[in-house]
């Protein structure tokens, strides 16, 4: 998750902000594609302490195995720089902006659809996503309305805020197969 604030003090402290004193924001691709690997080779902080308080205190053995398993990966994937899940999903990506910031739309979706498909090159996220008809796979996370992008304008936000995610396509993604009876 990032939160851009704008430079200015004019900006920030004034939320009747014209347009020529507004913020255009562009991110740089380092920084996006810094974002997407930590996304995908990390557990955050507050979720592994989580981890470690569980494993301490199961007393069913087949569970403290798990969770033990569970840190073990997460370390061994930051010391061989791998992805913590074999599977980390669909990208998809919210944008929130508010009035004092102007994210360059264009520029910033390119940027992280970019740094999605170099992520997904370098091993990262696994090139999972096919089409739904044909079944073709770039094999790069990429397609149609993908990552998918949900933008938010909040008209009294003094920040813009990107959230990047990769929503499981294991477990997460429950099939349901029905058989209609003709009438």
């Known amino acids: 998750r990032l939160l851009l604030r704008p430079r200015s003090r004019r900006i920030q402290n004034n939320p009747k902000t014209s347009e020529d004193d507004m913020s255009v924001l562009e991110l740089p691709y380092s920084q996006v594609f810094d974002l997407l690997h930590k996304m995908c080779t990390t557990v955050s902080p507050d979720c592994l302490s989580l981890m470690k308080k569980s494993a301490a205190k199961e007393t069913n053995p087949e569970a403290k195995t798990f969770l033990e398993t569970m840190l073990k990966n997460v370390e061994l994937a930051g010391q061989k720089d791998k992805p913590v899940c074999q599977s980390p999903g669909f990208p998809s990506v919210w944008i929130r902006w508010g009035e004092a910031v102007q994210p360059n739309l264009t520029n910033l979706m390119g940027t992280i659809t970019q740094a999605v498909i170099d992520a997904t090159k370098q091993g990262y996220i696994r090139p999972s996503i096919v089409h739904p008809l044909t079944r073709f796979n770039?094999?790069?996370?990429?397609?149609?309305?993908?990552?998918?992008?949900?933008?938010?304008?909040?008209?009294?936000?003094?920040?813009?805020?990107?959230?990047?995610?990769?929503?499981?396509?294991?477990?997460?993604?429950?099939?349901?197969?029905?058989?209609l009876t003709p009438a």
């Open 138 to 179: 770039p094999g790069d996370s990429s397609g149609r309305g993908v990552p998918n992008y949900e933008l938010r304008y909040e008209k009294d936000l003094p920040y813009c805020e990107i959230v990047v995610s990769a929503k499981g396509c294991g477990a997460e993604l429950p099939n349901v197969a029905k058989i």
